[in-house]
């Protein structure tokens, strides 16, 4: 079935730093979103697109629609200790059911006072 | 409360049983949908909801999963038989309408023994 590829796996950085992660799909998506999940608990959205070539921001959060259509890039800024989970980015592909969305496996970010 | 509601939380059972597992949705929203995540990945889609009817199954893994939403609000996911590869956590989530962003509740961590 459809698979995103979504990198890193995981990520280490010390406090203050910038992270970035992405996904790419071999196939063409019209929506994408991000979420975050802590353990224990389910994924809470973050930022949804619409568009290629939408850029949105949500505090220290900015996400971006490939122009492709194939992928997608989250960014954080000035990373702080709450930021630590599990990232997932998830997709609805052209062609497909409206309601079943794709997920990536998750970038798992850890962050070091 | 405002946000999606799932019970239990956990359940535990010897294989074979049957297990229900509820979810109530964000008041208001339309459209429900059910999600089986396992260890390290990220939600994998199992079957959504239109109101009353069941739009798209195609997650379902076989025929001793099934799910309903008789009055369109709350929703049960039912397992027969169950087996331990059944082990996982089931989410819920629901949106004002298909299509529109996925909100998720926290899920039920259910476990075969």
């Known amino acids: 079935g459809q698979q995103l590829n979504q990198s890193p796996q995981s990520m280490f950085i010390q406090e203050g730093e910038d992270v970035s992660m992405n996904c790419t799909s071999s196939?063409?998506?019209?929506?994408w979103l991000w979420y975050k999940q802590d353990p224990g608990e389910g994924p809470v959205l973050l930022i949804a697109?619409?568009?290629?070539?939408e850029l949105t921001s949500n505090g220290r959060l900015t996400a971006q629609f490939g122009i492709t259509r194939k992928d997608s890039f989250l960014n954080i800024s000035a990373s702080i200790p709450s930021d630590v989970g599990i990232y997932f980015c998830?997709?609805?592909?052209?062609?497909?059911?409206?309601?079943?969305?794709?997920f990536g496996k998750g970038t798992k970010l850890s962050v070091k006072p | 409360g405002a946000g999606v509601s799932q019970t239990p939380s956990n359940k535990v059972t010897e294989k074979g049983k049957y297990v229900e597992l509820r979810c109530d949705p964000i008041?208001?929203?339309?459209?429900l949908y059910w999600y089986r995540q396992s260890l390290g990945q990220g939600p994998e889609f199992l079957i959504y909801?239109?109101?009353?009817?069941?739009?798209?199954d195609s997650g379902l893994p076989n025929d001793r999963f099934f799910a309903v939403r008789p009055e369109g609000s709350v929703s049960t996911l039912k397992i027969q038989r169950t087996e331990r590869g059944d082990s996982a956590v089931y989410l819920c989530?629901?949106?004002?309408?298909?299509?529109?962003?996925?909100?998720f509740g926290d899920g039920t961590r259910l476990s075969i023994l």
């Open positions: 196939s063409i998506f019209n929506t």
């Open positions: 008041s208001g929203h339309t459209a």
């Open positions: 909801f239109q109101g009353t009817g069941a739009a798209d």
């Open positions: 697109l619409y568009k290629a070539g």
């Open positions: 989530a629901s949106s004002a309408e298909v299509g529109q962003p996925q909100h």
């Open positions: 998830a997709g609805q592909p052209i062609g497909g059911s409206q309601g079943n969305l794709i």
